[in-house]
């Protein structure tokens, strides 16, 4: 039986790995590297560990002491924390943070890839246990989206897309070809609340993956909370890039969709250009 690592942030999407993972075979060595992560995590891990993202040398120095070769990052860490000074950084730390050419996300992570490969620890493909949360294109929803929403999903597509080549964001919340929203170091859940809060009614949430994403970190993600953020604000459709976009809690999510009204569906990019909707 394998040992793995696994860098919990919060959110659901670090159990559904474990889970996954669990099945496997495999031993999971877990680490919460935030305050927040699923209360499951510590239940269900073969061993669980709470150490912060900014004490890097000691997370470091427990994955290899279990005798971890391979590590996996997933779940929420936001930006805010180098910024907000909500934890001192270790030695290490300070010194990934010190030869960072910028603070983007693609490039703190790459920084930290570096850093675990320096004593060993390979970060695979986050998806390598995660493929059945990958849907196909697809309308989940009772209802579908009104050709008007299309052109707001179709617009909103390319925009994200052109975000994402940035490293700026993933997310852009749209209503009748205007951007509302853009996520930035605020992530997800904000900026749909602050753009549907903005569009005021039905306003059309999309999330693509980077046209350079590094399937290793930071592969885009929806679920319940973002369903929630949505509708606290009276969102209308969450379009989402189908085969690189991870659908966790899928069936409660569109099962509450449903109940309230919302449309939810994945598109390739290809299906994104047409100018009627494919699905």
């Not at 510590?42 to 002491?65: C, G, M, P, S, W």
């Not at 930035?184 to 753009?195: F, L, M, Q, S, Y």
């Not at 319940?224 to 999510?253: C, K, N, P, W, Y």
Request: proline letters at 4%; one cysteine or more; aromatic letters at 4%.
């Amino acid at each position: 039986m394998a040992t793995i690592g696994l860098l919990a942030g919060i959110g659901h999407l670090p159990v559904e790995f474990l889970r996954a993972a669990q099945r496997d075979g495999h031993r999971v060595v877990t680490i919460a590297v935030t305050d927040g992560a699923a209360p499951e995590l510590q239940r269900e891990a073969d061993v669980f560990y709470y150490i912060h993202v900014l004490k890097l040398n000691r997370i470091i120095r427990t994955l290899v002491a279990e005798g971890v070769t391979e590590a996996t990052m997933l779940g929420k860490v936001t930006k805010e924390i180098l910024f907000k000074q909500m934890a001192l950084p270790d030695a290490r730390a300070l010194k990934v943070l010190r030869r960072l050419r910028n603070r983007k996300d693609d490039t703190i992570m790459e920084a930290l890839v570096e850093e675990l490969a320096a004593d060993g620890i390979r970060v695979p493909d986050q998806t390598l246990y995660l493929r059945a949360l990958l849907p196909a294109p697809q309308v989940f929803t009772r209802r579908r989206p009104t050709a008007e929403e299309w052109a707001d999903i179709r617009f909103g597509f390319a925009t994200a897309k052109q975000m994402g080549r940035l490293d700026i964001g993933q997310t852009v919340v749209v209503s009748r070809r205007a951007v509302m929203a853009i996520e930035a170091i605020e992530g997800t859940d904000a900026c749909i609340a602050r753009g549907c809060a903005l569009a005021r009614r039905g306003a059309v949430v999309v999330k693509t993956a980077k046209p350079q994403q590094d399937t290793r970190f930071d592969v885009p993600t929806v679920g319940m909370q973002t369903l929630q953020s949505m509708l606290a604000h009276d969102g209308a459709v969450l379009a989402i890039e189908a085969g690189r976009t991870l659908f966790v809690e899928r069936e409660a999510v569109i099962a509450e969709a449903d109940r309230r009204g919302i449309a939810i569906c994945a598109v390739t990019q290809e299906q994104a250009q047409a100018p009627e909707m494919p699905l």
